[in-house]
Nanobody, 119 residues
């Protein structure tokens, strides 16, 4: 089991950048697939990016591909989301999640961090 805490959210102007971090406690972080998700009011939580346990495989949803980069440091129990060229449509609460494998459901979640992109 892992406990997750996100940080790094905030207010940024369109075209700017933010780097989100998600620190995990527990001894199984390095074996987990990790993902970043986002949610806006009235909509379902949506996948943004995910990374395999070793970091060798990544996936991005089309709307962020080429702008966002997911990475992880297993020695620090941390997964990152570098977000560049932000636009107002990226405004959401961002969550990190942990899954037992690449194709498994996410069973651990952080409390989320707000990202707001202004025009």
């Amino acid at each position: 089991q892992v406990q997750l805490v996100e940080s790094g959210g905030g207010l940024v102007q369109a075209g700017g950048s933010l780097r989100l971090s998600c620190v995990a406690s527990g001894r199984t972080f390095s074996s987990r697939t990790m993902g970043w998700f986002r949610q806006v009011p009235g909509k379902e939580r949506a996948s943004v990016a995910r990374i395999s346990s070793s970091g060798s495989t990544t996936y991005y949803t089309d709307s962020v591909n080429g702008r966002f980069t997911i990475s992880r440091d297993n020695a620090k129990n941390t997964v990152y989301l570098q977000m560049n060229s932000l636009n107002p449509e990226d405004t959401a609460v961002y969550y990190c999640g942990a899954a037992k494998s690449w194709g498994a459901g996410y069973d651990e979640w952080g409390p989320g961090t707000q990202v707001t992109v202004s025009t």
